[in-house]
């Protein structure tokens, strides 16, 4: 059975880092394309970044670009957000999502398989 489980949200204040991780068990991570995506409230759920299966190639979401980086340890079975520079709309629910693929580096939201419950990230001082 196929589980993503992120870690490491929390309450920061503006400015601040945080830095989320996503385990994945049940699968072999580095056949899968890994993406991080977040949903704050009364919004949909929106793209964060994404990375390919070897961690070559990654793509953020412009809200990000230059604060998040994500990484991935396919080894350890790990994804990582690392996240500076927070803002308060940056808060919001964080999902790790994964889908089989050597070849992208992003899908659309609906072309991953698999989910977490997400962590929550609160920006506020």
């Known amino acids: 059975q196929v589980q993503l489980v992120e870690s490491g949200g929390g309450l920061v204040q503006p400015g601040g880092s945080l830095r989320l991780s996503c385990i994945a068990s049940g699968l072999t991570l580095s056949s899968y394309v890994m993406g991080w995506f977040r949903q704050a409230p009364g919004k949909a759920r929106e793209f964060v970044a994404g990375i390919n299966w070897s961690g070559g190639s990654t793509k953020y979401a412009d809200s990000v670009k230059g604060r998040f980086t994500i990484s991935r340890a396919n080894a350890k079975r790990t994804v990582d957000l690392q996240m500076k520079g927070l803002k308060p709309e940056d808060t919001a629910v964080y999902y790790c999502?994964?889908?089989?693929?050597?070849?992208?580096?992003?899908?659309?939201?609906?072309?991953?398989?698999?989910w977490g419950r997400g962590t929550q990230v609160t920006v506020s001082s």
């Open positions: 999502a994964g889908a089989f693929s050597r070849v992208a580096t992003v899908l659309p939201e609906s072309g991953y398989n698999y």
